[in-house]
């Protein structure tokens, strides 16, 4: 069975809709055949390639033989189990002893000032660190330069986005007794609200896996009892799966399906967003489970220019307000001019100041300009509200927030 070509038959549509996912082509795509013949990995377990680092490091550092591997890492994240584990990444786990340590002295700072808000847990379910990429190189630039000189972290990276890839780290640790997630996709297309993922066009949803890979370093030992992310193996080949997530039927699917591979300190992971995934439920009562999860992003993804949206709002705001309301200009043509202004996406931003509350993705500027003008927000308030949310999305002075 060609899955792809079965599911597209099946589905084909110009638009998905959460009302009009199936759950039998979902299964279907999950038990289909496909998937890369894999001559590099060690072994597979519940259907997830395992490849030993320490028996492939002639392979990826050989030019011929490198992108053999690099291939079949990209098959598998688009047509097979849509995961694979590289065991013993890192060899030499002294470095991810010593970011640990970096991290834990972060988390006790940020504690002070209450818990994080999260995609997919509570604020104070665990314990989040938001861009801890940069706070790790202004901190402790050493230890960084250890730990990012992994090979095999942008080895994964490079096959599935190519070279010119943009890394991004969150720290996440979940103390025992932290609970399991609901299972989801992951970002761009998974931190849309349904109604607003179903608002773009099918090829859209393919697009979207093709932008980011997802990986986790663990940083302990991650027996099952731990809570290891669950996973669904080739879960990423259904096509509408970015609506159909949040389905009571899908994720009773997945709670009855899912898979869970126990992982050792210096052990990574490396999965398509696009495959339905949970963090597990901590069921021990001595094990913090930290991991540090690699958001890894293609430079596709960026625009030719850099354009100051900030100040143009401001200077189109009372425009665009008098002629509304003068009745000189229409609600379609309010969307259409101030959709060619405003900054339309809400990231990248900083997690820090600008937290997911209330839904999976901040206020964009877009969104809080058509707010604005559905209000009738003088435009001297509306300026200060840009220059608020233009300050919520800049980066932090670390080094400042360190000697606090």
Known sequence: MDYQRDDYRAEQADWYRESECSLGHFVAALRADGGPALRYASKTVEGIPVYECEDLDAVVSAHGTRSHLLAEWAGVLRDGAGIFVLRRAFADIGCIDEATAVFESIIKRERKSGGKADHFANAGANDRIW???EKLCVMAPDVFARYFSNHWLPAAAEAWLGPCFQVTSQVNVVRPGGQAQQAHRDYHLGFQASEVAASFPAHVHQMSAFLTLQGAVAHSDMPIESGPTKVLPYSQRYARGYVAWRRADFRE??????????????DAVFFNPALFHAAGSNRTSDIQRMANLLQISSAYGRAMEVVNRTRMSEKLYPVIRDRLTGGNMTELEVLSVVSSCAEGYSFPTNLDRDPPVGGLAPESQRQMMLRALRED??????AQALLTHAWRRAPDDIEKLIDN
């Open 377 to 382: 927000w003088e435009p001297a308030v509306f």
């Open 253 to 266: 699917y997945f709670e009855n399906n899912f898979v869970q591979l126990p992982l050792a300190k210096g």
């Open 131 to 133: 861009n801890a990429q």
